[in-house]
């Protein structure tokens, strides 16, 4: 759920829904970052890229909210893969930017270019786009949780006891990249993702991804309905004046109603203070780890939802569920085998299947 389906475009068109984002170490001085779109793809979903979307990691050097330095995904005209009419291949580009290219448009240095499906290897980087498992494990109960939240002004501290995982045995399509670090920067960086649509308009920014589960917890209030919408068509650097009332407000009540802090007021502020601006801190060449006490990166086995609704309640929360982790790999691209139509057996589709977007060529 981490970001699933958290904006009205990205239920019309999955491939625009920025579903995960992921940064961790690699082997020999080196960095992967990884993004999930396509939430259920399979079944609520096809399995292509958006050919007018621009799929960015984008990262700040220095402190300011601010990128320095993005890699930029762009992906062609989709193909069938053989006889089959319901997975496809495309082409894709990966660009490096700096400077001004780095905060708009596709501009860049190439690094590599390959198709769907495959590893694609070019000296010392790695990337690969295509299906793979969802990692990410939400308890059902979270609506509850945030229902009673709003409706009955309480914490129900038995809301998460349901232990079902409405994320398990699904698909998503992975995007990712492996470089070496010196391409990114050096030391403690702060990094965020983005699709965009840039094609004959000017780019508009769809989604944005930095801290799991922000929108979902912090900026889910039922009567401000357009928060999710304004976060994720605007940048890091305006979070603090934006969203941090909001966020704060939010902990602060969570707090209050779960009778864990002494000054809400105050620990509001804290959280505020910690999720704003919406950036993924990493010190790189270190293991990563996403946890109550400290971001470091996110490796795919983190388990963010314990972390993000312990941040929000200051209570204690292990729900029970976790990342399958049996579907990490300790080798690029680190995401195991997509489960299979027998794997699925039973497990209806979490939306209207979606179309493949006009102009696709398919």
């Given at each position: 759920m981490s970001h699933h389906f958290d904006i009205r475009l990205a239920k019309?068109?999955?491939?625009?829904?920025?579903?995960?984002?992921?940064?961790?170490?690699?082997?020999?001085?080196?960095?992967?970052?990884?993004?999930?779109?396509?939430?259920?793809?399979?079944?609520?979903?096809?399995?292509?890229?958006?050919?007018?979307?621009?799929?960015?990691?984008?990262?700040?050097?220095?402190g300011d909210a601010r990128e320095e330095v993005t890699f930029k995904f762009r992906f062609g005209t989709p193909r069938h893969r053989g006889e089959t009419e319901h997975t496809h291949i495309q082409p894709f580009e990966v660009r490096r930017a700096t400077g001004d290219d780095a905060l708009r448009g596709d501009g860049g240095q190439t690094l590599v270019e390959g198709e769907t499906g495959s590893v694609v290897t070019a000296s010392d980087l790695r990337a690969y786009v295509g299906t793979a498992p969802d990692v990410f494990a939400a308890n059902a109960g979270f609506r509850t949780l945030m229902s009673v939240f709003y409706n009955d002004r309480r914490y129900d501290a038995n809301a998460l006891l349901h232990q079902q995982n409405p994320f398990a045995k699904r698909n998503v399509t992975a995007i990712v990249l492996e470089v070496p670090s010196e391409l990114i920067g050096e030391g403690k960086i702060h990094a965020w993702v983005t699709i965009s649509l840039f094609g004959h308009a000017p780019e508009v920014q769809v989604s944005r991804w930095g801290l799991p589960m922000v929108t979902h917890i912090f900026l889910s209030d039922p009567s401000d309905p357009e928060a999710r919408e304004q976060f994720n068509a605007s940048v890091p650097s305006e979070d603090f004046e934006r969203f941090a009332k909001s966020i704060a407000d939010l902990a602060e009540k969570m707090a209050t109603y779960a009778g864990s802090a002494s000054n809400p007021a105050e620990y509001g502020r804290q959280i505020a203070e910690r999720l704003c601006p919406n950036t993924l801190p990493y010190e790189l060449g270190t293991p990563a780890a996403f946890g109550v006490g400290r971001f470091n990166g996110r490796a795919l086995g983190d388990d963010a939802m314990d972390v993000m609704l312990t941040l929000a309640t200051n209570t204690p929360i292990a729900d029970g569920l976790a990342p399958d982790r049996g579907r990490i790999r300790e080798d690029f691209p680190y995401y195991g085998a997509p489960f299979k139509a027998e794997e699925q057996a039973g497990v209806r589709p979490m939306l209207r299947p979606a179309k493949i977007p006009a102009g696709s060529g398919v």
């Amino acid at each position: 759920m981490s970001h699933h389906f958290d904006i009205r475009l990205a239920k019309e068109d999955p491939s625009l829904n920025l579903c995960d984002f992921y940064l961790f170490e690699g082997p020999s001085g080196k960095t992967v970052m990884a993004m999930t779109v396509n939430p259920d793809v399979g079944l609520s979903a096809p399995d292509t890229l958006h050919p007018e979307g621009l799929y960015a990691f984008r990262f700040d050097l220095n402190g300011d909210a601010r990128e320095e330095v993005t890699f930029k995904f762009r992906f062609g005209t989709p193909r069938h893969r053989g006889e089959t009419e319901h997975t496809h291949i495309q082409p894709f580009e990966v660009r490096r930017a700096t400077g001004d290219d780095a905060l708009r448009g596709d501009g860049g240095q190439t690094l590599v270019e390959g198709e769907t499906g495959s590893v694609v290897t070019a000296s010392d980087l790695r990337a690969y786009v295509g299906t793979a498992p969802d990692v990410f494990a939400a308890n059902a109960g979270f609506r509850t949780l945030m229902s009673v939240f709003y409706n009955d002004r309480r914490y129900d501290a038995n809301a998460l006891l349901h232990q079902q995982n409405p994320f398990a045995k699904r698909n998503v399509t992975a995007i990712v990249l492996e470089v070496p670090s010196e391409l990114i920067g050096e030391g403690k960086i702060h990094a965020w993702v983005t699709i965009s649509l840039f094609g004959h308009a000017p780019e508009v920014q769809v989604s944005r991804w930095g801290l799991p589960m922000v929108t979902h917890i912090f900026l889910s209030d039922p009567s401000d309905p357009e928060a999710r919408e304004q976060f994720n068509a605007s940048v890091p650097s305006e979070d603090f004046e934006r969203f941090a009332k909001s966020i704060a407000d939010l902990a602060e009540k969570m707090a209050t109603y779960a009778g864990s802090a002494s000054n809400p007021a105050e620990y509001g502020r804290q959280i505020a203070e910690r999720l704003c601006p919406n950036t993924l801190p990493y010190e790189l060449g270190t293991p990563a780890a996403f946890g109550v006490g400290r971001f470091n990166g996110r490796a795919l086995g983190d388990d963010a939802m314990d972390v993000m609704l312990t941040l929000a309640t200051n209570t204690p929360i292990a729900d029970g569920l976790a990342p399958d982790r049996g579907r990490i790999r300790e080798d690029f691209p680190y995401y195991g085998a997509p489960f299979k139509a027998e794997e699925q057996a039973g497990v209806r589709p979490m939306l209207r299947p979606a179309k493949i977007p006009a102009g696709s060529g398919v």
